[in-house]
C-alpha cells in the first residue's frame, strides 16, 4: 500500500523557515512553511489521500514515525 509522509524538512532553505513536506514519491514532494506549516502539509496529505487507498506517516524531528492515519481513519467527505 502506497504511503504518504508528512515530516520536518532536512533541506537547510526550509528548515530555517520551519518547512514541512509531504513526500509522496520521489520529485513530489511540496513544502509547507511558516507556524501552521505542520498541520497544512497534514491536510494536504488527507486530502491526497482521499484520492486512492494509501497510509500517511507522521514523523518527528529525527523521522521517527510518531503517527500513522490510514483511510479508516479519516471521516467520510459529505
Given at each position: 500500500?502506497?504511503?504518504?509522509?508528512?515530516?520536518?524538512?532536512?533541506?537547510?532553505?526550509?528548515?530555517?523557515?520551519?518547512?514541512?513536506?509531504?513526500?509522496?514519491?520521489?520529485?513530489?514532494?511540496?513544502?509547507?512553511?511558516?507556524?501552521?506549516?505542520?498541520?497544512?502539509?497534514?491536510?494536504?496529505?488527507?486530502?491526497?489521500?482521499?484520492?486512492?487507498?494509501?497510509?500517511?506517516?507522521?514523523?518527528?524531528?529525527?523521522?521517527?514515525?510518531?503517527?500513522m492515519i490510514t483511510n479508516e481513519d479519516l471521516k467520510p467527505v459529505?
Open positions: 500500500m502506497p504511503v504518504i509522509q508528512v515530516r520536518p524538512s532536512r533541506n537547510p532553505r526550509w528548515q530555517q523557515k520551519g518547512g514541512w513536506e509531504v513526500f509522496e514519491a520521489e520529485g513530489v514532494c511540496p513544502v509547507w512553511c511558516g507556524e501552521n506549516a505542520r498541520q497544512n502539509a497534514l491536510d494536504y496529505a488527507q486530502q491526497r489521500m482521499g484520492y486512492g487507498r494509501c497510509d500517511i506517516q507522521v514523523l518527528d524531528e529525527s523521522w521517527n514515525v510518531v503517527e459529505v
